[in-house]
């Protein structure tokens, strides 16, 4: 059996892809790797964002592990533009999941990029991998294995959420 375990960066200073853990993301990303240090773990990818990787450097000093960055993992891109209203059009997007806003991606198109990632990690060797992303991807994720995971779901969904995702494969 193939387990995937799926983690929400720890708390951040920002938005920004160069935002940096907060001195509490500090101590969620410790606790991360003390839940963790009795789990095997045989491959980390992660985001490309800062905060993403510094959640999962604890971990992956304990587990002497590289972590492998996938662009694909990053936060999702709603709109290029300053939207004032953004919460009603995210909510709009996990209703119409091909809805897109200017310079931004589907709902669909950043389900599409997160499923690739867990597909190709099903299709490799490694038997325990985690991933680290972000709340709308992760919410993204189990929308694609549980279609009634949606808006609400993604607003219960708390900094340092995991979920572990196993699949019985065919050898």
């Known amino acids: 059996m193939k387990k995937i375990y799926v983690v929400r960066h720890c708390e951040a200073e920002g938005q920004p892809s160069t935002s940096q853990l907060t001195e509490k993301g500090v101590q969620q990303a410790e606790l991360l790797a003390d839940f963790f240090s009795t789990i095997q773990v045989d491959r980390i990818i992660s985001s490309p964002f800062l905060r993403a990787i510094q959640s999962v450097e604890p971990i992956s000093g304990m587990k002497k592990l590289n972590i492998e960055i996938d662009r694909r993992l990053s936060e999702r891109i709603l709109s290029t533009k300053d939207l004032p209203d953004w919460l009603e059009k995210l909510k ?40 680290v992303t972000h709340g709308n991807l992760m919410s993204l994720l189990l929308r694609h294995y549980d279609s009634h995971f949606g808006f609400n779901g993604w607003r219960t969904l708390a900094i340092l959420t995991c979920f572990c995702f196993v699949f019985q494969t065919m050898k």
């Open 92 to 131: 709009a997007t996990f209703n119409d999941l091909k809805l897109k806003f200017e310079g931004g991606e589907s709902s669909q198109e950043a389900m599409n990029r997160i499923v690739c990632v867990v597909d190709e990690v099903l299709q490799s060797e490694v038997e325990n991998t985690l991933l």
